[in-house]
């Protein structure tokens, strides 16, 4: 084999020009899949902050919106924050797809008897003798 050839017999210069070229295609692509992600969670947030109409994520600068390490928006509920701040007109009332309330973080435990003073023994018994004979 000559030296001017590569293993498979093509010039060098066109393995350097096809390196080259997917070198840029990646980082087109990264770029794309950046501002998808930042789109994405823009979204998510703007639900959140009771955004009206989806359409006004279009008046964000995706240019200047950092991504963190991870990956995530950095403070997307500032971004939220400040568009609420410069265009109110965008956002209604926050609301949730839910209109059950908020469940309680422990159930009501049962008092023992024993547990009680003698006036609320009293009281208790007199509610359940009552709810008895409504029955």
Not at 48 to 77: F, H, Q, T, Y
Not at 88 to 115: D, I, N, Y
């Amino acid at each position: 084999m000559s030296e001017d050839r590569t293993d498979d017999g093509s010039p060098p210069a066109d393995w350097q020009a096809r390196a080259e070229a997917a070198e840029l295609a990646l980082g087109a692509v990264q770029r794309e899949a950046g501002e998808r992600l930042k789109r994405a969670e823009l979204k998510v947030e703007a639900v959140r902050a009771g955004m009206v109409d989806l359409d006004g994520l279009k008046l964000i600068d995706l240019d200047g919106v950092a991504l963190a390490e991870d990956g995530s928006v950095a403070d997307p509920a500032g971004i939220m924050v400040a568009l609420k701040r410069a265009k109110p007109w965008l956002f209604g009332a926050g609301s949730s797809s839910s209109t059950a309330a908020v469940p309680r973080a422990e159930p009501p435990r049962a008092r023992h008897a024993r547990e009680l003073s003698e006036e609320e023994w009293r009281s208790a018994r007199a509610a359940l003798l009552r709810r008895a004979g409504s029955q």
